[in-house]
């Protein structure tokens, strides 16, 4: 089992009670860092459920935390913009135009996808409050209230069940995607001596048996999945042998597609060659380049010579 505490702190105190077990995964805060913990044990995840060991568990705790991180990110994204800077600083309490809300749902989206498609458990909290009642059109309905997760208004739809806890009282199945389990609309379904083990396995029937197939992740086109490898190698090797390889039958892309995927590789190739200058020192000139490029030749010749 793995724990991945965002703001909570709660990690370290749980650890305290008789019988736990988890890793605590340590990140920098930054929303990079956690997307690749989660990656890691998505992998390690792949890893156990092909060796047939016991299911790896990642916790996150808590998605409100997550959420609220990428909705400030929004908010100083759009307070960056030149619009809206020229617009602050003429009335710094003007009310500013964010439209960068995709942005924080794709971010929000890529880390989703990781926990619906991990070959184990994943759980994921998140706060909750009761809010007034809006109808279809967003109008707040008299003398009625309800529920609200305090995340991402679909964590509820992603999540295969949906459990809610509130002191005082026994937990709840408000939703659950089963055919073993049944939950009437409205009528949440009371769990007594509740855990995780037992809803995962004895109610929900999962088991080594019953795991789901991968599902691939719907993709606008081929395209994407390259660009994004592409941008992340550093190795000039890497990056040629990627570049030979994309023309395969077996990567099923057209011929515009296998230009934009060697463009981008021939880019990057280039960007590795010239890299970003240090802050405060503009832009390389030609005859930098050429400077810089006439002494990587010397010292590769020095190498050979030395072989």
């Known amino acids: 089992m793995y724990w991945i505490d965002l703001d909570e702190g709660s990690a370290d105190e749980y650890a305290a009670i008789d019988g736990t077990d988890y890793l605590i995964?340590?990140?920098?805060?930054?929303?990079?860092?956690?997307?690749?913990?989660?990656?890691?044990?998505?992998?390690?995840?792949?890893?156990?459920?092909?060796?047939?060991?016991?299911?790896?568990v990642l916790t996150i705790d808590s998605g409100s935390a997550l959420w609220r991180m990428l909705t400030n990110w929004t908010y100083e994204r759009g307070r960056r913009t030149l619009k809206n800077r020229?617009?602050?600083?003429?009335?710094?309490?003007?009310?500013?135009?964010?439209?960068?809300?995709?942005?924080?749902l794709e971010r929000w989206n890529r880390i989703i996808y990781l926990l619906?498609?991990?070959?184990?458990?994943?759980?994921?909290?998140?706060?909750?409050?009761?809010?007034?009642?809006?109808?279809?059109?967003?109008?707040?309905?008299r003398n009625m209230s309800e529920w609200k997760v305090s995340a991402q208004k679909d964590l509820g739809f992603d999540s295969t069940c949906w459990v809610r806890m509130k002191r005082g009282a026994e937990p709840q199945v408000i939703k659950v995607r089963s055919l073993?389990?049944?939950?009437?609309?409205?009528?949440?379904?009371?769990?007594?001596?509740?855990?995780?083990?037992?809803?995962?396995?004895?109610?929900?029937?999962?088991?080594?048996?019953?795991?789901?197939?991968?599902?691939?992740a719907p993709a606008g086109d081929r395209v994407q999945p390259w660009l994004t490898r592409i941008a992340d190698l550093k190795d000039k090797e890497a990056l040629a042998a990627l570049w030979?390889?994309?023309?395969?039958?077996?990567?099923?892309?057209?011929?515009?597609?296998?230009?934009t995927v060697?463009?981008?590789?021939?880019?990057?190739?280039?960007?590795?060659?010239?890299?970003?200058?240090?802050?405060g020192e503009?832009?390389?000139?030609?005859?930098?380049?050429?400077?810089?490029?006439?002494?990587?030749?010397?010292?590769?010749?020095?190498?050979?010579?030395?072989?």
């Open 244 to 259: 030979r390889s994309v023309p395969d039958p077996a990567n099923r892309l057209g011929r515009e597609e296998i230009a």
């Open 116 to 141: 619906r498609t991990l070959p184990g458990i994943s759980i994921v909290l998140a706060r909750g409050k009761q809010v007034s009642a809006t109808d279809d059109n967003g109008q707040p309905i």
């Open 262 to 279: 060697r463009a981008a590789a021939e880019q990057r190739a280039a960007e590795l060659d010239n890299p970003n200058p240090e802050m």
């Open 180 to 216: 073993r389990v049944r939950v009437e609309q409205k009528k949440p379904l009371t769990l007594r001596d509740f855990s995780i083990e037992d809803l995962v396995f004895n109610k929900l029937g999962c088991s080594v048996e019953s795991q789901p197939r991968i599902m691939p």
């Open 25 to 56: 995964i340590e990140h920098d805060g930054t929303y990079r860092d956690i997307l690749e913990q989660v990656e890691a044990v998505h992998a390690e995840a792949r890893r156990a459920a092909a060796a047939g060991e016991p299911p790896v």
């Open 86 to 104: 020229a617009l602050l600083r003429d009335d710094p309490d003007a009310a500013y135009d964010i439209g960068l809300w995709n942005d924080a």
């Open 282 to 307: 503009g832009p390389l000139s030609d005859a930098d380049k050429l400077r810089a490029a006439a002494k990587r030749k010397a010292a590769e010749q020095d190498a050979d010579a030395e072989q």
